[in-house]
């Protein structure tokens, strides 16, 4: 049989405190406070790769080139992207205004008309001056001596008509024995007898038969040419208005075409749309002449005036986007995208109950405001609305938007509706959403993320160099000089930068989420306003973040407390057989804490296997289950040699009630598994973490900092003995950035820090016992592993003696469950 060696010396390397943290020099940053470095432009700190494609995407004028912004909250993702905005609308030209005029051909379909900026309030005033010209200019020309003349000459000429056909008729009813009279536009007849009295009832019924029906007969003719004097009259009259008619145009026509050029001459650049807008002023010029008679005092003044205003009110222009003020292309942030404001709006009113409204109730969004230019959405203000996540697809899809009011459909009321013309809509969108929603949205709906080409990826970190930390001092002082704070000297920066090093949990790298420098910034400054400094110092720095953590620490306190009161059991001095300490990490959010957890293990023979009780109970997640496996798939490559093994063994995380998750415990649960079947004790002042994988090396964990700073209050509580510390992966070493207070303990020798690379090399630490060789025998009798091996061997023989046959794959191994640790 082949050999296999396990470690039997030790890499153990115990860390000095100048290892446990970076620090930075202020002299080497080059400044006495911030305020030297107001006159430097704010860079993009650590964040090259973003601002050159967001530099790429703004440049691209194709469609489909506009910008997914990913970055985590507090990354400057916002910020930034609105600062280059603004510096390329700059180079940008000024986009047209837009308006909306009523359509006379058809009014429930207004027309979109584009002048370019500033033109639309020129257009605007200029409507408004023609209706108030109309009412002062019309009511002269037509009070004109010449004008009235011609207006009595065809009044006169109709008038002459009338009464001499009026005569002819009234001496046909004569001739058959009818008086004739009009009364209030009626034709009134009368029957006459012999003597020219009118014949009264009596005397109708006492005619004869003959008599009566040659009446009748009269009576059917005298209709008749009635009806024909009617029919005559009724062609003159219409003759009479198309005479006047074209006397008011002939009058009023040289007026209305000076007015009107006088408004395409104060449009003094040709306008995009000229044919629209020419159309528009002849149905205007259409409409005054077919109204003329409103524009003229009458009897019924009240009914006269409402209708004039009906009138002249379809003259306006509604400016729905106006562009005068603009120097360069707009620049939009919609915070706030519901329907309205991001495609715009459809207002109405209640009229006897119904709802109306017209082409002037028309308003613009932020889609057509920033026409031109750009606009900065957020993807999950976005997500949270089903309608406006269609809308804005379709609108991505073919650059046209068609305002429209979605919820009309649902009204109570009957309503008028209006369709707008639809324009289109050229604007750069800038997307800002994490990672997660990026990739969300690019696995559900792949066509509307290929509308946006360019991805523009901010890093969580960077690698921390003299140009990141002299940007980083660049940064403070501008926040200074932007919310009116006292500067930072050079070592309070100096704070701030080991802080962004402190956040990213590594020595090598810098925090990319300026969020939380900020607010640091901000809590230093209020400190140093306190104590009536003029700069703010390395004490404010650290009296701030101490008072955060102040704010936010309660629970943890509370942990510890329980510690202290013997609520919950840790031991941190002594040796014990199967019993270690572990760290986990709690994450509340907003704070996050270590805190040591005793790991317990129980071995004797069987045949179930490894048993994870969190596990078992529903109270691990998957990631810790798969740890476990690991685990037990190392475990059993030690002792393949004497495989099939006869173990039931159990793991347990004593007094945890809320769950685990991670595998950063694996390895301090192999410790406790071969301290139970080896029998050696393991020392109770080292605190272990590190994740071990199939091959016993250890990796690194998550939370490193946290952990050891928890178990370090923890020993401060229960009594700090010299002999303490905790042991971790070699691998974590770059990620140390630990508190101060951790890092003198270390210095005066009260508190330990231990590296190791493999399993069996912390074994060595734990137990002061080699970890073992595999030879052709076996394992060395005295060493951790060979002690496990008696055991395990003690275990098969004594299932042999009761007749059970070893398994050959564990219980565990064949009824594993999925967990989601929630």
């Known amino acids: 049989m082949g ?24 002299q080497t940053l080059g400044f006495s406070d911030t305020s030297e470095l107001l006159h430097e432009p704010l860079p993009w700190i650590g964040q090259e790769r973003a601002k050159q494609a967001a530099e790429f995407g703004m440049g691209m004028t194709e469609p489909d080139y506009n910008l997914f912004v990913l970055g985590d909250v507090g990354s400057g993702r916002t910020t930034l992207l609105s600062q280059m905005m603004h510096a390329h609308a700059q180079k940008c030209p000024v986009p047209p205004d837009l308006c909306y005029l009523h359509n006379f051909e058809e009014p429930e379909r207004p027309r979109a008309l584009h002048l370019k900026a500033g033109q639309g309030r020129v257009l605007r005033q200029a409507m408004q001056q023609l209706a108030k010209r109309l009412q002062a200019e019309v009511p002269k020309r037509l009070g004109q001596d010449d004008f009235k003349a011609e207006s009595k000459r065809i009044e006169a000429s109709y008038k002459t008509e009338e009464d001499r056909g009026y005569l002819a008729l009234s001496a046909y009813a004569e001739a058959h024995r009818f008086s004739l009279m009009r009364d209030q536009g009626h034709m009134v007849f009368t029957l006459k007898d012999d003597q020219g009295e009118p014949v009264t009832a009596g005397k109708a019924l006492a005619m004869s038969r003959e008599q009566r029906a040659e009446i009748d007969l009269a009576e059917a003719s005298l209709r008749e040419e009635i009806s024909r004097y009617l029919e005559k009259m009724r062609a003159m009259e219409r003759v009479k208005n198309e005479g006047l008619s074209a006397l ?28 629209k807008l020419n159309a528009f002023l002849e149905q205007i010029q259409t409409s ?48 706030n995208p519901l329907f309205r404001m991001l495609f715009g709006s459809i207002e109405y009113g209640s009229d006897n109950g119904e709802l109306v409204t017209d082409f002037s109730r028309i308003r613009a969004g932020s889609l057509l405001k920033a026409h031109g230019g750009f606009l900065m959405l957020h993807l999950r203000d976005l997500l949270a609305d089903p309608h406006v996540w269609e809308k804005l697809r379709r609108f991505m899809r073919n650059g046209r938007l068609q305002i429209e009011e979605p919820g009309m459909m649902y009204a109570p009321m009957a309503a008028m509706s209006l369709e707008p013309e639809a324009v289109n809509v050229h604007v750069k969108v800038v997307l800002i959403a994490s990672g997660d929603e990026y990739y969300a949205v690019q696995e559900t709906d792949p066509e509307f993320v290929r509308r946006f080409r360019c991805k523009v990826d901010f890093a969580e970190s960077f690698v921390a160099t003299p140009e990141s930390a002299h940007a980083t001092a660049i940064f403070v002082g501008h926040t200074c000089s932007k919310m009116n704070l006292p ?58 973040r101490q008072a955060r953590v102040h704010r936010h620490n309660y629970p943890e306190q509370r942990l510890q407390e329980t510690l202290m009161e013997g609520e919950r059991l840790l031991g941190v001095s002594g040796e ?85 998750e991670g595998d950063s415990a694996s390895c301090a ?76 303990a270390v210095a005066e020798g009260r508190f330990h820090i231990h590296m190791a690379d493999t399993a069996g090399e912390g074994l060595v630490l734990l137990t002061g016992v080699c970890f073992g060789t595999l030879g052709v025998a076996g394992y060395e009798p005295d060493s951790v592993l060979g002690r496990a091996q008696k055991t395990l061997l003690r275990f098969r023989h004594a299932c042999e003696h009761l007749g059970n046959k070893p398994p050959t794959t564990p219980n565990h191994m064949r009824h594993l469950k999925h967990t989601v640790f929630r």
Request: charged share 25%; aromatic share 4%; glycine share 6%.
């Open 487 to 544: 500067h930072f000297s050079a070592a309070a920066v100096a704070a701030l930068i080991e802080e962004t090093h402190r956040e990213a949990d590594d020595q090598n790298r810098q925090s990319a989420i300026f969020a939380l420098v900020e607010a640091l910034v901000i809590e230093s400054a209020a400190l140093a306003r306190q104590g009536g400094r003029q700069r703010v110092d390395t004490s404010d720095v650290h009296a701030a």
């Open 3 to 26: 050999t296999r060696m396990a470690l039997t010396t030790s890499r153990l390397v115990e860390l000095d405190a100048a290892a446990l943290r970076r620090t930075v020099e202020p």
């Open 576 to 660: 014990r057989v199967a019993q270690i300490n572990g760290l986990t990490v709690v994450d509340l959010g907003d704070y996050r804490f270590g805190f040591p957890v005793k790991v317990t293990a129980c071995t004797y023979a069987g045949e179930e296997g490894l048993l994870n009780i969190e596990r078992e109970v529903e109270m691990s997640g998957p990631i810790h289950d798969k740890g476990v496996l690991i685990l037990h798939s190392y475990l059993s490559s030690l002792f393949a040699h004497i495989a099939p093994l006869a173990m039931n063994a159990a793991v347990v995380f004593e007094q945890e009630y809320s769950g685990v």
């Open 288 to 335: 005054v002449l077919e109204n003329v008679a409103l524009l003229e005092p009458g009897e019924e003044e009240m009914v006269r005036l409402e209708a004039l205003e009906a009138v002249l009110s379809l003259f306006r222009v509604n400016l729905v986007v106006d562009n005068h003020t603009l120097q360069g292309a707009p620049v939009i942030r919609e915070d």
């Open 669 to 744: 649960e192999f410790y406790a598994l071969l301290s139970s079947l080896s029998g050696l004790p393991l020392r109770q002042g080292i605190a272990v973490t590190g994740a071990v994988n199939q091959h016993g090396e250890l990796l690194p964990v998550g939370g490193i900092n946290e952990k050891i700073e928890g178990y370090f209050r923890s020993c401060e509580s229960l009594g700090l003995d010299g002999q303490q510390g905790v042991l971790m992966p070699s691998r974590n070493r770059r990620h140390l950035m630990l508190d101060e207070r951790v890092v003198k």
């Open 248 to 275: 008011r145009r002939q009058t009023l026509k040289p007026m209305l075409d000076h007015e009107l050029q006088l408004i395409r001459s104060a449009l003094n650049q040709p306008v995009q749309d000229m044919v």
